[in-house]
Structure formats: structure tokens, C-alpha cells
């Protein structure tokens, strides 16, 4: 489909979403492909010609689908096999401002962890190699003075349960054991950054997409891209704790680099603080801007992800930051809900399914 046709027709297009396809007919390459988008009912017979024709040696199957309220999303936690191959940004052999760039091994190494996790299905059991010594090293140096009190209890327990320590090498299924049992949390491996889409559909069955390989070592204190530093100093402890693992919403001014205040004084509980040395120095010092949290201006508020931020969100505590629940406010054209028995979602479409799942619940509570 060429830009001249999509601009010729007035073509609006809304999602383009690609998928290995369910019913693979010639290849392991083969994909699903759903496209939604504007057209005028006269144009559509000329749109799905030209899709046809200028595709007829790869196109097996074309189905023109009605507006649609709810687009695919996973339904079961098993779903969640569908929503890891798509790699974002920062991957190290096409990346030239990722510091691994031209580093061989390096690259050989992210390449070994990136199988694993693309071969992954849930259920297999799954392993950690190491963090990085000087890194931790310094951060739970720091954290006793810059961490909020939820992030210490946690990490406390993680050392004494998970062998969090400077010379020993945290496994992941251990780990994930341990979160499961505290809030219902468990992990997943990930080869790198995902979409949001991919991501955040994760935690709605409470499953943590963690990556496995480590930061290059020439940046130590710092990473652009989330490593298994990041997942396990920055983000594990939070998970661990029941109240925060509740809400997981503003992403990135809250549960990445939030702010908050304690005793008088500034904590971190975001974990892209909490993992970079430099960056937890950096946020609670005099030279960043300091707002005051309101998720309506965070939430359109632009991010840096290859540098420090200029401005941080501080919330009056960690229990106002959940309080303030923006996600609550985005109007939806269908509503859903989740059962955790069978960890599955069933879109709430008619009165009798709402019926029926309010009778499950009081059932549960009696």
C-alpha cells in the first residue's frame, strides 16, 4: 500500500499492529496483519484491489473487518506467548548511541539472552546470570538515604530471601517465586524494550516483562534501555510491596522515576532511579525542577529516556500518588474484567456477562 494511495484516498489510519500469524501457511515468517483505519465506503473496493494486487505473491488471506470496538488484546495469561517479539529501540548491533555499539561480544551475548526469551512460554522455568558488582555496590550504599521506606522493607527481604548481595548472583525463577508469593507478581524474560502495548498488557495479569542481559560496562551508573540491574534493583522491590503492586498506571513519572515525600524529606520510588547511581544523585539534588504531582500534567508531560530528566513529579506520599488514579478517567467503549483463579479477561459487553460476574464475586466472599 503506497503513501500516495493512502493520501489520494484520505486514508486515516489509527493502528497497524503485526503478529505471527495463528494459521501459518507457508512459513514460520508468516504474519497477521491488522490495520484500523478511516476510508469512505466508495473507496474501500479500490483500497482492497490495490492491497491485493501490488501483494499477491505474499498476501494468502485478506478480511475486511467492520468497526470494531475491542482490537486484539490477550485474554489469558497464556496470550502473553503473542506479546514479546517486538523489540522497541536500543538494540546494540543497529543502535550507534547504545555504548555495547561495535562491542562483539558483547553483542553476542544480548543475542544468547534475546533466544532465550523469544522461546519462552509460560509455565518454563527461567535463570538470571549476574549483576553487576560496582553497581550494586554503590546503590544500596545510597538507598538507606535516598529510597522510599516501602523500596528499604522490600529490599531488606530480598536479601534475605532471594540472596540479593554484592557477590552473589540472584536467580530470576527465585525471584519471581518470591514476588508471587508477597503481591501475585511474577516475571517473565524479555529480550528488550517492548511496545506499551505489549508491556503494560503484561501487568494486567501481573506479570513483569524483565530483561536478562546486563548493562555494557563502559556505562555502569547509567542505562538508556532497561537491563536485568534496572528490573531487579530498580523495579522488584516496589512489585513487592502489596499496595504499589495495586497501581501501575503513568508509567514513567511515577513507577519509573517517581518522587515522593517522607519525613520532610524527598524519596525515590521510581525504579529508573533506583537502578542508575547517577540519576538517583542527580534527582535528589538542587539541580533538577521539582513539581508537584498532578497526573493530568504528567500524564502529557514529554520524557527523556537518553539522559537525566530535567523535571520530576513528587507526589505528597506514595499512598496520594496511588489515591490520584488517572487511568479511572480515560472513557473506554468497553469495560473488562479480570478473574485471578483462571487468569484469564472476558470483555464486559452485555448486562448478562456483568450480571454473572457480579454473582462470582459475592459468591467468593461468602
Known sequence: MSIWLLQMLEIQIHHFETRGAQKSKNSADDLDIFVECEVHSTDVTQLLFSVSFKNYLILSHLTLVAVSPVPWFPRKIQDLDKCHHLITKYD?????????????????????????????????????????????????????????????????????????????????????????????????????????????AS???RVFQSTQYIRHFSSPMHSPEPDCCHELLGHVPMLADKEFAQFSQLYWFTV???????????????????????????????????????????????????????????????????AKNYMMKIKKPFSLHYDPFTCSIEVMNTPQKVKSSMSHLALRYL
Open 92 to 200: 546494540p548491533s543497529l543502535d550507534h548511541g547504545h555504548p555495547g555499539f561495535a562491542d562483539l561480544e558483547y553483542m553476542k551475548r544480548r543475542a544468547f539472552f534475546a533466544d532465550l526469551a523469544f522461546n519462552y512460554r509460560v509455565g518454563h522455568a527461567i535463570w538470571l546470570l549476574l549483576f553487576r558488582r560496582e553497581v550494586y555496590r554503590k546503590l544500596s550504599n545510597l538507598y538507606p538515604t535516598h529510597a522510599c521506606t516501602q523500596y528499604l522493607d522490600a529490599f531488606q527481604q530480598l536479601e534475605k530471601y532471594c540472596g540479593y548481595q554484592e557477590d552473589n548472583i540472584p536467580q530470576l525463577q527465585d525471584v519471581s517465586r518470591f514476588l508471587k508469593e508477597r503481591t501475585g507478581f511474577q516475571l517473565r524474560p524479555a529480550a528488550g524494550l517492548l511496545s506499551a502495548r505489549d508491556f503494560l
Open 203 to 205: 501487568l494486567a495479569f
Open 256 to 322: 519509573e522515576f517517581g518522587l515522593c515525600k517522607q519525613n520532610g524529606s524527598i524519596k525515590a520510588y521510581g525504579a529508573g532511579l533506583l537502578s542508575s547511581y547517577g540519576e538517583l544523585m542527580y534527582a535528589l539534588s538542587n539541580k533538577p525542577e521539582y513539581k508537584p504531582f498532578d497526573p493530568e500534567v504528567t500524564a502529557v508531560h514529554p520524557y527523556q529516556d537518553q539522559a537525566f530528566q530535567p523535571v520530576y513529579f513528587v507526589a505528597e506520599n506514595v499512598e496520594d500518588a496511588k
